[in-house]
Each structure stands twice: as C-alpha cells, then as structure tokens.
C-alpha cells in the first residue's frame, strides 16, 4: 500500500514537463534576487532600478542587481533580454514604480548544515521570525524537503503523513507509511534521506505555479505540489 504514497523511489524520476521559455519570465526572475546597489532602502532601491529600465539605462539597472544576479547573468545577455523584451519590461517598470505598502525587510541565513533560518528588520534592529518556531514547515520547497529529513530522522510518521499530497492519501495510513519505510522499503528511504541531507544547503528549486522541482546531489530530483499553503511531495 506504500508504494501508492508520494515516493515512487523504485521508479524513474520524472522531469517537470515544461520549462520557462520566455525571456521576459527569466529578467523578471533575476529581479526577484533582490536589488542592491547604494540605494538607502528597499522602495528607494526599486524605484532607482524602475527608472533605469523605463529611461533606458540599462547599465544603471544592471548596476543594481545582487552580485549573485550578475553572477548568473551577464551585462551583454541582460540587455540582450531588455532589448528583446520592451514591453514586458516597461511592465515591470511600471508595476515597480506603482504605489505599494512599506517593504518588509528580511534576510535568510543559511547554516552548514543547510538550515534556514528568516530575519526580519523591525524598528531599530533584527528579529527572528515566527516561521522559526515551526519545526517542520511546509512554507517552501526548501523548508519541506529540510523538513522531510528532521521528521524521517526523529520518526515521526505522523508528520512525513503530511507530506503525502490529497490525491494520494486514500488508502494510506501513518502505519502503513511506518511499516513500509522500517520495512521493505526501509534502505531507499534511508539513502534518499541521507542524499537529501547532505545536498541541503546547495537544493537547486524551479518553481511553476504550484509546482516544483528540487535537484540535489549528483543527479536525483524532488517533485513537490503546493497544496492547501503547504509544500507536499509528489514523487522522487
């Protein structure tokens, strides 16, 4: 009956079936690294970024992306995407310079070990996030799959159960789940976990709507689905 749940681990990974083909989708991918340049603040910042592109300072606007963005993307192939994409990128330039609420400011650290912890700027200096008390949060790829590992490794069946997407539930109980992985299947689900483990702190995550693949390690892949506000595992 376990092998009707969200690891399919003796079978092919499936890949996710569409790509992002549109220029427009990857620029405004790289905008969401984060903007950084001596702009005083985050809304200052993205208005210095909105303007550059809608008056055509294209270099301007490069200067203002993350160090990783410009990592990832280089001065030519951004103005290749700006040339290419006028109108979506007078889009993004027009919704970034739209009246928005204040910005909630916030940072991620990550420890070796690949655990996430959120921070958040309030008044005169940095606090941690609620998200910090949840244990096993399904908030993100990432969080899930981090997730995933702490309930396996501290056997707790009856939060791995919620990792099991609607569709895949019937018939399938916490027992049986613990039954199958301390049973036959028991040795996959340990070196699965234990790859997962060790690739934490580097998961490569692509997002589609309500879809995502995870790669990690040397090859293997995680396919997750969000539903209900929680990230569940659909197949490994």
């Known amino acids: 009956m376990a092998r009707r749940c969200f690891a399919r681990l003796d079978g092919p990974t499936r890949r996710m079936a569409c790509r992002v083909g549109v220029a427009c989708l990857v620029l405004a ?4 690294c984060g903007a950084g340049g001596a702009a005083s603040g985050p809304r200052e910042a993205l208005r210095s970024y909105a303007l550059a592109l809608r008056e055509g300072r294209t270099r ?5 992306l993350s160090v990783e963005a410009r990592g990832r993307v280089s001065l030519t192939e951004f103005e290749r995407m700006v040339a290419e994409n006028g109108r979506e990128v007078e889009d993004i330039s027009a919704s ?3 009246p928005s609420e204040v910005p909630r400011v916030t940072a991620t650290l990550t420890s070796p070990d690949g655990e996430r912890l959120l921070l958040v700027y309030e008044g005169d200096g940095w606090r941690i996030d609620g998200s910090a008390l949840d244990l096993y949060s399904q908030e993100t790829p990432e969080a899930a799959l981090a997730s995933f590992v702490r309930a396996f490794n501290n056997k707790r069946y009856d939060v791995l159960w919620r990792f099991v997407p609607e569709t895949k539930r019937e018939g399938l109980s916490v027992e049986q789940l613990k039954q199958a992985w301390e049973g036959e299947q028991r040795q996959q689900v340990e070196q699965l976990t234990q790859a997962l483990e060790a690739s934490l702190p580097n ?15 040397a090859g293997g892949t995680v396919e997750l689905v ?11």
Not at 204 to 214: D, K, P, S
Not at 226 to 236: Q, T
């Open 29 to 32: 991918n790289v905008l969401g």
């Open 226 to 236: 969000h539903e209900l506000g929680a990230w569940r595992i659909e197949d490994f």
């Open 203 to 217: 998961l490569r995550v692509e997002v589609l709507g309500t879809r995502a693949t995870v790669a990690y390690g």
């Open 96 to 98: 970034l310079l739209a």
């Open 60 to 64: 301007d606007a490069y200067a203002l």
